[in-house]
């Protein structure tokens, strides 16, 4: 199971850690915003074993910015999501893509 810890927060963005349930730092994810409605979302996962819980929680968390800072308009937030260096895809369409 995995959490999220903040770090650092202001009125642009924010830095959260991703820890365990031990309390073990596996990675981070950080958002910035502009004020004409662009979200840049950043993050890094350090065990490989936690990928499928990073997924979820992560995916659930920008799903809410998407809602609080773009709204429901059509733009899309600039993702970069990784595991040691490999992009990792958070909304997949089938499960045969690498």
Do not use: C, R, W
Request: net charge negative.
């Amino acid at each position: 199971m995995l959490f999220f810890k903040p770090e650092f927060q202001n009125k642009q963005g924010e830095i959260l850690n991703v820890v365990d349930a031990s309390g073990k730092a596996v990675g981070y994810i950080a958002y910035i915003y502009k004020e004409d409605k662009e979200l840049y979302v950043m993050g890094q996962l350090d065990e490989e074993g936690e990928k499928q819980n990073f997924i979820d929680i992560v995916t659930y968390f920008i799903d809410g910015l998407k809602k609080a800072i773009l709204g429901d308009g059509e733009k899309e937030p600039n993702i970069y999501i990784h595991l040691g260096g490999q992009l990792i895809e958070l909304h997949k369409k089938d499960d045969n893509e690498e």
